[in-house]
Every structure is written in C-alpha cells, then in structure tokens.
C-alpha cells in the first residue's frame, strides 16, 4: 500500500471519527457498508487498521443473520455453532481462534440472491477460519438468476466464486456442490460441436450427344432431406467413434484434419464456450483439496464449467475422492473433458447417472492405478470394451470395491479378467435403470452369483467379503422370487457382510406384520447360500419401517428363523429403525 499525504495529515482522532460517521451514514441509509469501507481502507494503511474492527463487526453481523435465516450452518464435529454476542455463542474471535476444523453449508434462498454480502461475507470467513474440513454450498438454477430486475451475474457469484476458491486453500477440505434436481432443463454443454463436412467436387462425366440425351430437369433436394442425410452420417460416425464389436479402445478426438483421399468426409469440431461477462472469475491456481462432489450439473455447464475445471487441475496432487451425478453431459462433451483429468493420488471414483463412452472411460480408468472404489451407479456406457485386453497393462490393480449393475460387474468378475483386480473384495449390486424405470434380469444375477462364488483363495484372488444388493421396491414380487430360486445354487462361504436394500419411490408399500414375517421367510432361504455369514444388514426400503419398529419391541430375541437359516451369524442390524439384534445363544 503506496503512503499518501492522507496518512500524514489527518490526525488519527479525525480518521476515527470519519470511520464511525461513515458507519452510521451506511446503517440509517440501509446500505451495505463492507464493500464500501473495503475499499475506503486501501487508501492508507492507517485507514486500514482502522477500519479493520468496523469491516469485522459487520461481517459478523452478517453471518449471525445468515445463520438466524437457516442460510448457514456451522458445526464442529457433530454438534452446531452458533454465533452472537451473548454468553454462551461463539463469537468472532473465538471462531476465528479455533485450530479444528468446521463444516460449513451454505444454502442461498431466493431473496439472498439479491444480496451480495452474503458470499462476501463467507468468503472472509473462510479465508481466515484456521481450519476448514468441509464446505458445502448450493447452486441455484439459471431460471432462479435470470428473472427480470435480478442483477447477480457479477458481485453476487463473483463473492461465491471467491468463497469457493478460498476452501481450495485449506489442506485436506472436502468441497461439496449440490443444487435442484430438475436443473437438467436448463443446463447446456460447455462445448459448442459443429458438424464439418468437407467433400471434393466429383469429375464431370463426358457429355453425351444432345440426340442421345433424354431431357432433366435440375431438381435439387429439399433442406430437410440434406439435413437428414447428413445427420444420418454423423451418427453413424458417432458410433463407429464409440466403440465397436472387438471392444478396441479410441483415443480421445483429435483436432480433426481435411480428408486427403478425395471423398466426402464429416467431423465434429469442439469448441469451448466462454461463460458470460460477470461469470468470468479468476482461475484458481493452488489447491489443497482432498475431495470434490459435483452433486449439480451446473457446475459443468458454461457458467461454472472453467472455474471447476481449475479447481479440478489445480487439485492434481492432493485430490482422492472424485464424485458427480446426473451430468447431463453428451459423449462428445466427456471426450474432451475426461482426458484433461489427472490425479495420482486418486482413491474413489464415482461418476454416478451419467453417460460415457465405454472406451473414454475405461482410457480414464487405465491412467489411474490408485483407484481402489469405483461406483458406477445408475450409468449407462456406450460402446464396448474387451476388459480383458488390459491384462498386461496396469488398469486397476488397486480395486477393493465395486459398485455397478449385474451387467458391467459381470465383466469385471469373469475369469478371464478376475486377476487383473486380485485386492477386489467388496461388491455392491445396483439394480439397472432406464431413465424413467427400472428391470430385474434374474439370468444376470444368476450369472453374477456364479462368478462371485468362483472367487476362491485356491484361484489366486481376493474372495468377495462383503455383498451388498440394492433392489427396487416396485419390483419386491421379482426379486423375493429370485431368493427363493436362487437359493438351491452354489455357495458363497466367504461372504462375511451381506447388506440388502430397496429404493422406494413416491408410492409407499402398505404392509403388515404377516407380510413381514413372510419376507423374513423368502430371506432366510436366500441366506442358506452365505454359510460363512456373520453379520446381516437390513436396510431402509426392504420392510415398512413402523411395522418394523412394532416388530422389533414384540420380538427382542430378532427373527429366529434368520438365526435357524446362518449358525455364524452374529448380529442383524436394522438400519431403518436403528436397532441391532444379537444371536441369542451369544450372551
């Protein structure tokens, strides 16, 4: 800060006088004063140090009306903070003296976008909170920032952007991104793809006589049937470029070239779009960030895509967990931006309802060894890739944990890939879904069952310990009725954990305590399979949970055909009620 004769001059009596006049003009006048004294206090640095409690106590004032209006939460651990004056609340200085970490969610209403102190405020805060060990902040849509009379493309997200990158500076923070789940209607591809089509004009044909010439009329094709044509050959390019039957792995799209050979040839130029004026933050250059959950897609969307791009590269050689869902992204988007991706020290990896190319993703997985989980939940891959063509290259060997659909575990677990991922001890199977539904393939599971049981020592692999099954309750008559089938088949001695779940969806099944005890029956016989099982989670969806809770109290003991069905079965957990039974002859 440059001396001015403002610094020599004024006594320091007058400055503080100044200040506090000029504090009491802003509150009678209802305006906001932090971003005015801020830059009153780069005149002079005396200027500053005065200020520095007024800027303080204002941004305090702040965050406690944040907090009041359920805007902001903090809690240490497991219990809230919460901040005020009074004895008993935590104070400024006490927060910003505290050396463990906070977690910090911040969830704007719609009247809070007209006010830009708030991520202000939050960024000065977390710029100088000692320690951060998560924050988690809420994107609003466009639709709810672009209404007429709403200005927060420039001080509004450029104070959130600032609040963002100022977690990126904490080692070891966790950076969580959620939003509205019907914000998919307005998100756009960062990439603007055109279709180049170039073509060399064919030879004319030697004319022929004028006698011998039957009359023509030039007629040339209607626009919609050029259209159609042409996009016919992209598509048709499109999946030529996906994969292919011999499961051979693309590289990723190169910048294309002019055709050489003289025919017509057509190609899809990508070009990154620029996000508006008042969404052009700074880029961030250091990051410490140990996980990053994209639970939005807007921040892959033009408007937020380059500063989580920055985030995610800056983050290099700290990051381990990377998750997203519900990218509504095209494969040509993925081509472009899987390939920039690189993180050494990655650990778990969860692209979750999203679409890829098959070989796009797996080029991702071959450059990340340190994988040890991988949840591939809700996806759907495009193309095919032969998985075991990578048995002499280093793709996963690190993999401990498996999270997919009976149809994209199947490869992994065949023996003719079940080496390459020896350490693979924990699978979780995920029913299929297809958008709007969901379908149960019992031919799958079989054949899931079989492989898993064919994890033995003797095989010179890791055998599957813990099991786990998600299923759909809509569809609880076919999966009860695999139970019972499946039941007479071979084995999984080595199973220790078995946990079992069912997505209920806005329709509430109507249940009693008879259909309960039936499901405890056609459970019982599934079990007959895990001889070596020892502990058994039931989770949230299998049972109506208030028959549960009445079930629990009538029967402390647990269900005893459960115990007759496993002799090592230890304890039963009911996660729905939060109750775990004990085997009886154990105490």
Known sequence: MSPSPLQDAVPTELLVEIVHRLVLCYTQNDARPIPQLMNLGKTCRRMSNILKPFIFEQLFDCLVAMQVGRVLQLHQGDSSVILGRSQGYWGFEQLLGCESGFKISYTPK??????????????????????????????PSPGATSEPGLNVGSAWNRGLASSILATAQHPGSILKFEGDPMTFRYVLSPFKHEIHVTSIQPSVAPSTPTSARLPTHDKKPSQAHRISLLLRRVFNGMREDVGNSKGEVDQPMATPQPPSNGQTDNHIISTLKYPPPGMNFPSCTTSFLAEIELGTPRMLDPWWYHITQSLLQSSYSTLTRLSFSAQHLCLYDWRHILPTWSFPQLKIFAPRRTEFANPDLHDFLLRHPSISTLDLTGNELAGSVDISSFANTDFLPNLEMLIATPDYLIPFLAPTTASLFPKLARVKVTQEMRRTFSCFVANDYNRLMELLASRTPTAGVEPITDLAFEFDSNQ???????????????????????????????????EGLAMMEEGFAILASWLRMFPGLSELVVGKGMFDEPNMQEWAQDNPAGPRILWDACPQLRSISMQPIDYEFTRPDLG
């Open 110 to 139: 719609h009247q809070s976008l007209y006010n830009a102190e708030e991520p202000w405020a939050l960024y000065h805060l977390l710029r100088r909170l000692k320690a951060i060990t998560q924050f988690t902040v809420f994107i």
């Open 476 to 510: 609880r008559d076919a999966y009860f009725e695999w139970f019972t089938s499946v039941s007479s088949r071979r084995a999984l001695p080595f199973v220790r954990q078995l946990s079992v779940y069912a997505r209920r969806w806005w329709q509430e099944m109507e």
